[in-house]
T-cell receptor
Framework: GDSVTQMEGPVTLSEEAFLTINCTYT??????LFWYVQYPGEGLQLLLK?????DKGSNKGFEATYRKETTSFHLEKGSVQVSDSAVYFC????????????FGRGTSLIVHP | KAGVTQTPRYLIKTRGQQVTLSCSPI?????VSWYQQTPGQGLQFLFEYFSETQRNKGNFPGRFSGRQFSNSRSEMNVSTLELGDSALYLC?????????????FGPGTRLTVL
């Protein structure tokens, strides 16, 4: 079945540091890939997405590239802010059969001033 | 446009009891999905409702059930609560069923089972 594996957290960084959160997946066909963000006390919000190989999703300074050869969709940001502190979820939606999305376990990011 | 609302936000129950959670989708959205979020398992899909019909179901026991009303509001029910049911329950709405790209999530209901 489909699966998403994210790096364990928490990830702790100082403000303006470079961020990478690793995400790899297992799926048949050509899934769509997503990053969601959950701020404290809130529901998940879609951060960015990519629907085919080599697509780059980007939003709010975050970006991720759909790498089919390495089955990865790593999230990056060049300079994090305290306000980026949240839990980040990688997810996929298969291209065939069930469209039920599969989520990773989430990675907590803590950014210190 | 109002977002997805969930009530109540917090709930404390004891083992063996049952609980009902409510979700009101964004106006015009007809699909509601439910998820269970725990630290150990992350986000797991429970079920999806569209036009008062369950369209998809995750791998949860029959103690977990749901329904959707004609106004698209949805409820989920958990009977015979177990300690392991303690979790954040999220609902998400979309205009149509089948998980189009963007789901809009509510803030969740935090259920604690003692």
């Amino acid at each position: 079945g489909d699966s998403v594996t994210q790096m364990e957290g928490p990830v702790t960084l100082s403000e303006e540091a470079f961020l990478t959160i690793n995400c790899t997946y297992t799926a048949t066909g050509y899934p769509s890939l997503f990053w969601y963000v959950q701020y404290p006390g809130e529901g998940l919000q879609l951060l960015l997405k990519a629907t085919k190989a080599d697509d780059k999703g980007s939003n709010k300074g975050f970006e991720a590239t759909y790498r089919k050869e390495t089955t990865s969709f790593h999230l990056e940001k060049g300079s994090v802010q305290v306000s980026d502190s949240a839990v980040y979820f990688c997810a996929l939606r298969s291209s065939g059969g069930s469209y039920i999305p599969t989520f990773g376990r989430g990675t907590s990011l803590i950014v210190h001033p | 446009k109002a977002g997805v609302t969930q009530t109540p936000r917090y709930l404390i129950k004891t083992r063996g009891q049952q609980v009902t959670l409510s979700c009101s989708p964004i106006s015009g959205h007809r699909s509601v999905s439910w998820y269970q979020q725990t630290p150990g398992q992350g986000l797991q899909f429970l079920f999806e409702y569209f036009s008062e019909t369950q369209r998809n179901k995750g791998n949860f026991p029959g103690r977990f059930s749901g329904r959707q009303f004609s106004n698209s509001r949805s409820e989920m029910n958990v009977s015979t609560l177990e300690l392991g049911d303690s979790a954040l329950y999220l609902c998400a709405s979309t205009p149509t069923w089948g998980f189009p790209d963007t789901q809009y999530f509510g803030p969740g209901t935090r259920l604690t089972v003692l």
